[in-house]
């Protein structure tokens, strides 16, 4: 697809493909750059990620819809690849949502999850959260809906949380009911084990993610099998920030005992990968028209 298609465009052409979209998640500018030289087709702006690089706490509610979009229109900016955006509990009521998925279209996204949870919201693979009732979490869902239809060029995902307290029957009826408001892509956070994952793929005919962490609740299947249940999607949110933080937690015990880390970027690499190549060559453009436009000045001033 042309690079002039929109955002939204774009993923809704990767989701038509028979092929399970690899996404590793990103947290900043540099990491969506590295997942997007390194050849996937997609990434997805983790808030679990975003809250440690940025503020350096936890995913349980402390970083604000400002700094989500913030950093998301850093992101969306430095990438070609479409983006989708942890929009989280949505920021308030339906009017809040709303607002959001119009702030995170403008930033850039492809895409805006919103999910049921209460707020603070917490990280979907940990202990103590909890969903709001049916009701309002059908209100997000048709809210965001309404927001994309009413003009906005972008895809909606409905994420549940309900599994953890409520059981899977409850959370395949949230699945349904989002499928049925018109959200684009469906996720069941944390299912407990294949034949669950499998029965979610049975239920919901609309495009879905699965969500793989490690060490978390749902089991890390191979894409292979997680094709063959149906997930269009295969997302991984921690691999790349908890890859970023062992090498540096290595890198600085290294150094603290007097040693130099070995296992780095070479200097001329690290330029390449933040853009200096990109940028020097873009600027000899207009350094080789300098002559022309003294020439230009000279003509002027004759």
Same mark, same amino acid.
């Not at 774009?10 to 996404?23: F, I, T, Y």
């Given at each position: 697809?042309?690079?002039?298609?929109?955002?939204?465009?774009?993923?809704?052409? !990767?989701? #038509? %493909?028979?092929?399970?979209? +690899?996404?590793?998640?990103?947290?900043? *500018?540099? =990491? $969506?750059? !590295?997942? #997007? %030289?390194?050849?996937?087709? +997609?990434?997805?702006?983790?808030?679990? *990620?975003? =809250? $440690?690089?940025?503020?350096?706490?936890?995913?349980?509610? +402390?970083?604000?819809?400002?700094?989500? *979009?913030?950093?998301?229109?850093?992101?969306?900016?430095?990438?070609?690849?479409?983006?989708?955006?942890?929009?989280?509990?949505?920021?308030?009521?339906?009017?809040?949502?709303?607002?959001?998925?119009?702030?995170?279209?403008?930033?850039?996204?492809?895409?805006?999850?919103?999910?049921?949870?209460?707020?603070?919201?917490?990280?979907?693979?940990?202990?103590?959260?909890?969903?709001?009732?049916?009701?309002?979490?059908?209100?997000?869902?048709?809210?965001?809906?309404?927001?994309?239809?009413?003009?906005?060029?972008?895809?909606?995902?409905?994420?549940?949380?309900?599994?953890?307290?409520?059981?899977?029957?409850?959370?395949?009826?949230?699945?349904?009911?989002?499928?049925?408001?018109?959200?684009?892509?469906?996720?069941?956070?944390?299912?407990?084990?294949?034949?669950?994952?499998?029965?979610?793929?049975?239920?919901?005919?609309?495009?879905?993610?699965?969500?793989?962490?490690?060490?978390?609740?749902?089991?890390?299947?191979?894409?292979?099998?997680?094709?063959?249940?149906?997930?269009?999607?295969?997302?991984?949110?921690?691999?790349?920030?908890?890859?970023?933080?062992?090498?540096?937690?290595?890198?600085?015990?290294?150094?603290?005992?007097?040693?130099?880390?070995?296992?780095?970027?070479?200097?001329?690499?690290?330029?390449?990968?933040?853009?200096?190549?990109?940028?020097?060559?873009?600027?000899?453009?207009?350094?080789?028209?300098?002559?022309?436009?003294?020439?230009?000045?000279?003509?002027?001033?004759?």
């Amino acid at each position: 697809m042309p690079q002039t298609a929109s955002p939204a465009d774009r993923l809704r052409a !990767l989701l #038509q %493909q028979p092929e399970l979209l +690899l996404m590793p998640c990103c947290f900043d *500018a540099l =990491s $969506a750059r !590295l997942i #997007q %030289q390194a050849g996937f087709p +997609l990434t997805f702006m983790s808030g679990f *990620a975003t =809250s $440690a690089a940025r503020l350096g706490m936890p995913d349980t509610g +402390l970083i604000s819809y400002a700094e989500m *979009a913030d950093q998301g229109r850093n992101i969306c900016g430095a990438v070609d690849l479409p983006v989708i955006g942890d929009g989280d509990t949505g920021y308030g009521n339906p009017m809040n949502v709303r607002r959001t998925v119009r702030g995170y279209a403008d930033a850039g996204f492809a895409c805006i999850m919103i999910e049921d949870q209460e707020s603070p919201k917490r990280c979907g693979h940990t202990r103590g959260k909890q969903v709001v009732d049916r009701q309002q979490a059908l209100q997000r869902i048709r809210a965001a809906v309404d927001e994309r239809e009413a003009g906005r060029d972008i895809l909606i995902m409905a994420r549940t949380d309900a599994r953890h307290e409520h059981g899977l029957d409850e959370a395949l009826w949230r699945c349904q009911a989002f499928a049925d408001l018109g959200a684009d892509i469906i996720f069941l956070e944390a299912p407990r084990s294949r034949d669950e994952m499998e029965q979610f793929c049975r239920t919901i005919e609309r495009p879905k993610m699965a969500n793989l962490v490690e060490q978390g609740d749902t089991p890390l299947l191979p894409p292979e099998t997680l094709q063959a249940m149906g997930f269009a999607i295969a997302a991984y949110p921690l691999t790349l920030i908890s890859s970023a933080a062992r090498a540096m937690q290595e890198a600085l015990q290294q150094l603290k005992n007097g040693e130099h880390p070995q296992h780095l970027l070479s200097f001329d690499e690290l330029k390449r990968v933040v853009g200096f190549e990109a940028y020097d060559h873009a600027l000899d453009a207009y350094t080789d028209t300098r002559p022309n436009a003294d020439a230009m000045i000279e003509k002027r001033t004759d």
